[in-house]
């Protein structure tokens, strides 16, 4: 079965710091990864999707980054953090086998302060 | 940007009820997903239904589809109080860009024991 794991779960950071979140998968191979960032009672905004090794779109400008080193890592980066980066950061994927079902990994809490 | 938008925002009801949530969205779908999002946890996939059908059951969960008015809504039926959750609909569109799913913001339901 698949599997999502995010790490750290919880991360308490100050302004103008760096930024490494993140995302292993299990079970499926040449997955669609995802970047998502829920602010707080807020729906989901998708910051970053990939469809393979090194291919990564960006859906917001912002001062963030995504990399896919590996087929089954994901990770999002910032190399100066804002106040305004602070969120839930949930790593998604999508398998070939589950027709635009995403599962969800269990998220890392951002605060940035 | 939202394309999905659930109505109510809050919901809250007494255990044994049926809860009932409205998303409506503005482009043409390839189909229409609902997640529960327990609190400051990951989304957990319920029920997918594709452009072409248009009512759906799982368990406790009716969920129907109008293209026509661009709607779709979610019925749990006799309500727990583990029903508790954030509950989002998501929309995969059709053509360009349908690896992406659209989220809306949530209809937040309380089930009161």
């Known amino acids: 079965s698949q599997t999502i794991h995010q790490w750290p779960a919880t991360l308490v950071q100050p302004v103008g710091s760096p930024l490494s979140l993140e995302c292993t998968v299990e079970g499926t191979s040449n997955p669609n990864l995802y970047w998502y960032r829920q602010a707080a009672g807020r729906g989901l905004q998708l910051l970053f999707y990939s469809v393979g090794i090194g291919q990564i779109s960006s859906e917001v400008p912002q001062n963030l980054s995504a990399s896919r080193p590996q087929d089954r890592q994901f990770i999002l980066s910032s190399k100066k953090l804002l106040l305004s980066d602070s969120g839930f950061y949930l790593c998604a994927l999508e398998s070939g086998y589950s027709y635009n079902e995403q599962f969800f990994g269990p998220g890392t809490r951002l605060t940035v302060l | 940007s939202q394309q999905g938008e659930e109505d109510p925002q809050a919901l809250s009801i007494q255990e044994g009820e049926n809860a009932t949530m409205n998303c409506s969205y503005k482009?043409?779908?390839?189909?229409l997903q609902w997640y529960r999002q327990n609190s400051g946890r990951g989304l957990v996939h319920l029920i997918l239904i594709r452009s072409n059908e248009r009512e759906k059951h799982s368990g406790r969960l009716r969920v129907t589809l109008d293209t026509s008015k661009k709607s779709s809504s979610l019925l749990i039926t006799a309500s727990r109080a583990a029903d508790t959750a954030s509950y989002f609909c998501a929309t995969a569109n059709s053509g360009a860009g349908s690896y992406q799913l659209t989220f809306g913001k949530g209809t937040k339901l309380s089930v009161i024991p």
């Open positions: 482009t043409s779908i390839n189909n």
